[in-house]
């Protein structure tokens, strides 16, 4: 008995059989319908796998573009030292300036919505506030902070730029603001050095106090260390002789 029955279940078609044989039946009896979805689904996937592309092209264009228009700013100034052969000069740092900044609007204005446009509007905060233009610099980098990505690199360092932009003009209560920010971007010795810093410059009481507790505070944080005991040095020397 157990004999007949091996042999029946060795003729009977497996379940995979069944399944596949009815979905053939399926299709040949739907062919027409079939390859419409068939074509439908490629065409979906290519047009997938092209804009993926498409973006991979306009981020790397953008990408070469950028550091073209960041190279500016290392270029010579002629007569100040030695340069490549077939290496651009320029006559003055602040004709410099006007290339590098005019190379990065380019950038925006030919590369817009990618991640090297975003990064050139940062940029160009930069090299305002390093050149002086604290007001325009302010702009830039309000623009960068408000829409750049959360993780991109360089949104701690504009926010912080931002602050010192509106130091140099001398809204300090604005630039309070913008340096306590930090605070939510996990740079909190950074905030409480400013908060220190500006206190120090506004001549409050505590300002030496909320230097001396950034050791204490934050004693991994060297750099933010270095700079909170090199303002208390300077605090602690005796005021200039103006009449000298």
Do not use: C
């Not at 979805?37 to 979906?44: F, I, R």
């Not at 100034?77 to 000069?89: C, K, M, N, V, Y």
């Not at 004709?95 to 990618?114: F, I, N, P, Q």
């Not at 993780?151 to 360092?157: A, I, M, R, S």
């Amino acid at each position: 008995m157990a004999e007949k029955l091996d042999r029946k279940q060795l003729k009977r078609p497996d379940e995979f059989q069944v399944v596949a044989g009815k979905a053939m039946e399926w299709v040949a009896a739907r062919q027409k319908e079939v390859t419409l979805a068939v074509a439908a689904v490629l065409v979906l996937a290519l047009a997938v796998w092209g804009l993926s592309a498409w973006r991979s092209s306009r981020e790397a264009k953008g990408g070469a573009a950028l550091s073209e228009a960041i190279d500016f700013e290392s270029r010579p100034i002629a007569g100040e030292g030695p340069s490549q052969p077939g290496q651009e000069t320029f006559p003055s740092k602040d004709e410099r300036t006007k290339s590098a900044l005019a190379a990065l609007e380019r950038v925006r204005a030919d590369h817009g919505g990618t991640t090297a446009a975003a990064t050139a509007l940062a940029e160009i905060g930069f090299l305002k506030l390093k050149s002086g233009d604290a007001a325009g610099a302010q702009k830039d980098l309000s623009d960068f902070v408000g829409s750049a990505a959360k993780d991109h690199p360089l949104k701690p360092f504009a926010q912080e730029s931002l602050g010192y932009a509106f130091e140099g003009q001398g809204k300090l209560d604005e630039a309070r603001a913008a340096f306590e920010k930090l605070r939510e971007m996990d740079m909190p010795a950074r905030a409480d050095y400013h908060a220190a810093r500006l206190a120090l410059m506004q001549n409050k009481p505590d300002a030496k106090q909320q230097l001396e507790r950034i050791a204490k505070e934050y004693p991994k944080e060297i750099d933010v260390v270095r700079a909170a005991n090199e303002r208390l040095e300077l605090a602690s020397l005796p005021p200039a002789d103006k009449k000298k």
